[in-house]
């Protein structure tokens, strides 16, 4: 038989599939592979390791992925996934910038992700439990003599309902909050914290927002005047 190793890019963006197993000898979901598809509802691949850039960018009616072994998920991958329920990749260590912008996700499993990119959750209206617990970096979205620097902003304009705890993180970069609803943050070994992270979350779910500070915080670009006494503790 014929051994399928990869597609071309776009291929399935204009088909009727509902639904795609993957063989195990697929490694990778390539670039735009499902793009503007709003036929397909659900995903599979027991192999896959990599999603590329804008694999199912805009599939408005994908329900459902299974895609145990993913490593890395590419920019813009599930952006505007209107329909998705939730992910869960126990061993994904990166997601890129806009990975899961707009998506409808209820909840987010990623508990050996490592780094995660600017805009990656941004507009994600619902999320009701966000695991996180080895990230260790949140990734600005410019780069320049090997750094990565700006704003992160990777909570956007998102509702989180679950309290939100950061055990590894060092620091946060600018604006990783920016208007988000959020209930409480806890950080366990914060060393750094850059300007307007947390400023203009809109509360009118919870009326205040508790940012949880270890003793381990050097530097905080907090601006205080945009906080009342009791959102701190």
Same mark, same amino acid.
């Given at each position: 038989?014929?051994s399928?190793k990869? *597609? ?5 963006s204009?088909t009727n599939f /509902?639904a795609v197993?993957?063989s ?5 979901i390539t670039?735009g592979l ?12 027991l192999?896959?390791k990599?999603? /590329?850039?804008?694999? *199912?960018y805009?599939?408005?009616?994908l329900?459902?992925v299974n ?8 920019k813009?991958?599930?952006y ?6 939730g992910i ?6 990166l997601i890129?910038?806009?990975a899961f912008?707009?998506?409808i996700?209820?909840y987010?499993?990623?508990?050996n ?5 600017a805009?990656a ?11 996180v617990?080895e990230?260790?970096e949140?990734?600005?979205r410019l ?5 990565w620097?700006?704003d992160?902003?990777?909570?956007q304009q998102a509702?989180?309902?679950d ?6 993180l060092?620091?946060i970069?600018?604006g990783c ?7 409480r ?7 750094s914290?850059?300007s ?7 509360k009118? *779910?919870?009326?205040s927002?508790?940012?949880v500070?270890?003793s381990?915080l050097e530097?905080?670009?907090l601006d205080a005047?945009?906080y ?6």
């Amino acid at each position: 038989g014929i051994s399928v190793k990869g *597609f071309a890019d776009k291929l399935f963006s204009d088909t009727n599939f /509902q639904a795609v197993w993957f063989s195990d000898e697929i490694t990778s979901i390539t670039s735009g592979l499902f793009y503007g598809n709003t036929n397909i509802r659900y995903v599979d691949g027991l192999g896959i390791k990599e999603i /590329q850039d804008e694999s *199912f960018y805009n599939c408005s009616r994908l329900y459902t992925v299974n895609f145990p072994e993913v490593i890395e998920i590419g920019k813009k991958a599930f952006y505007g996934t209107t329909q998705l329920s939730g992910i869960s990749f126990e061993d994904c260590t990166l997601i890129e910038q806009y990975a899961f912008y707009g998506s409808i996700i209820r909840y987010v499993d990623l508990p050996n992700v490592k780094t995660i990119c600017a805009y990656a959750f941004e507009k994600c209206p619902c999320i009701y439990s966000f695991n996180v617990s080895e990230l260790i970096e949140l990734r600005g979205r410019l780069y320049k003599d090997g750094v990565w620097y700006a704003d992160n902003r990777f909570l956007q304009q998102a509702s989180v309902y679950d309290v939100l705890n950061f055990e590894n993180l060092k620091s946060i970069p600018y604006g990783c909050f920016y208007q988000a609803n959020i209930k409480r943050i806890e950080f366990s070994n914060i060393k750094s914290i850059g300007s307007l992270p947390i400023t203009y979350c809109k509360k009118p *779910f919870y009326g205040s927002i508790t940012i949880v500070l270890p003793s381990t915080l050097e530097e905080c670009g907090l601006d205080a005047d945009k906080y009342k006494v009791g959102d701190f503790l």
